[in-house]
DNA sequence: GGATATTTCTGCACCGGGTGTAGTTTTATA
DNA sequence: TATAAAACTACACCCGGTGCAGAAATATCC
């Protein structure tokens, strides 16, 4: 009768929508009340309303209820380096980048000090497996990013996928440097000014190399090299 | 009677060692006939004449039955930055330790292709589960090298964290891709040179930094820079 | 509007990795 | 030789994940 057909996605998909969300929320409810490890995904199942079977059929595995939101991130980095200007080199492009995402306290920088972003943050920091897989994305990043490099600068493959893992893991390390201060009680906005400069030199060193590292090993202070980070 | 206290290890201790290697004897044969995932620590235990509580006491997790033997590499970067002698970079003391390695095939870089060795490489790398847990180590050697950095030559914190990841992925990608040759068919007799071309490519481009990573993006060819790799 | 085909959901049994426990065998000690 | 300590075993169990067959819900066609 008078169903109208606009474009709109039909009531099986908003329905499917509709339980992935339920799944989802519940899971991260009761993950963040007790923790990761101390909830049974038939925990979550029940509390969703929904079969053990129906959850495995929208997250595939558990950990994929906490970290799904963040797969898209896998990809991001590459796409800022093929989407920089022509003549812009792919390192200054993500420098750009990050700083850019630490002013908007993106919490992918780990510089966002909203209490569910921080319970979040910790409990994935906290649990072996979430982490874990945490590392997946990130070497999935670095294959992106390799892939674009390959692309858009002329490098060879070796060098792309140096350069890539480098960069992926300047961007991995300030962000747990940031989470982890957040964490342990300070403030984002307080953190701000320190975080943009240890990111400033993070990928200054990244820049220029690691050439003068101090070679120094005996006592006794060190000749020169006054700027320390 | 005539039992002697010399400082050996006794009938207790001697038997242990021996369980433990049958056990992890059984389970590397069955994995590298039948594949990683299509064995299961049951069948470990049987062809070990072991119960499965038993082997659990001796190897932690099914992945550990294989990868015990790579623990010690954990330590090896920072180990040898720790021994560096004073006044070299420990950059080039990590590079050389490297090439040192190809030099004797050391199965770690990659680069050795007795039979045995290479399909315990390929099996590792198929199996998800024990390439994740192989980025656990890594994880850990990037913690004891940023420990060592820190330590020996007078980097700040985050400037340990930094370089001694990007140290220890250098190191990485290069034992991965001389791995992946081996693994396509190449002979490591063949392969050294380029090996160990590529590793100092890697090392220099990590010491002199990505600054001059070619910017160029629209098609057409780049304008100079000849020398690739 | 109803019949039918398709998709989704469900319960259930099952697998494999891993652990707690209580009791038995083996080695060490005296 | 008796006894204490350590190692091993069988068994039951938890949890994440899958295969399967049938029930319920949605879409489609007349």
New interface residues.
């Given amino acids: 009768m008078w169903t109208v057909d606009d474009g709109r996605p039909g009531l099986r998909e908003r329905k499917k929508q509709r339980t992935r969300a339920a799944i989802s929320d519940a899971a991260i409810t009761l993950f963040l009340e007790h923790g990761f490890g101390k909830v049974s995904v038939a925990q979550v199942a029940d509390a969703a309303e929904v079969s053990k079977r129906t959850l495995f059929a929208y997250f595939p595995t558990k950990e994929d209820l906490v970290l799904h939101r963040l797969a898209d991130h896998e990809t991001e980095l590459a796409r800022v380096v093929r989407a920089?200007?022509?003549?812009?080199?792919?390192?200054a492009a993500v420098r750009d980048h990050v700083l850019a995402r630490l002013r908007e306290r993106d919490p992918i920088t780990g510089l966002n000090d909203r209490p569910d972003v921080l319970r979040l943050t910790r409990m994935i920091l906290d649990s072996p497996s979430l982490a874990?897989r945490m590392?997946?994305f990130k070497?999935g990043a670095e294959r992106a990013l390799a892939q674009a490099?390959r692309e858009?600068?002329?490098?060879?493959d070796?060098?792309s996928?140096?350069?890539a893992?480098?960069?992926v893991?300047?961007q991995?390390?300030l962000a747990h440097?940031n989470a982890r201060r957040l964490a342990d009680g300070e403030a984002a906005d307080a953190r701000y000014a320190g975080a943009v400069a240890?990111a400033e030199?993070?990928f200054t060193?990244?820049?220029?190399?690691?050439?003068d590292?101090?070679?120094?090993?005996?006592p006794g202070r060190?000749p020169k090299r006054s700027q320390?980070?």
Avoid: F
């Avoid at 858009?152 to 060879?156: E, M, R, S």
């Fill in positions: 920089r200007e022509p003549g812009a080199g792919p390192l874990s590392q997946g070497a490099l858009t600068a002329d490098t060879p070796l060098t996928r140096l350069a893992a480098q960069i893991t300047v991995w390390i440097d240890d030199h993070a060193l990244l820049g220029n190399g690691l050439r590292l101090t070679p120094k090993r005996t060190s320390k980070r």
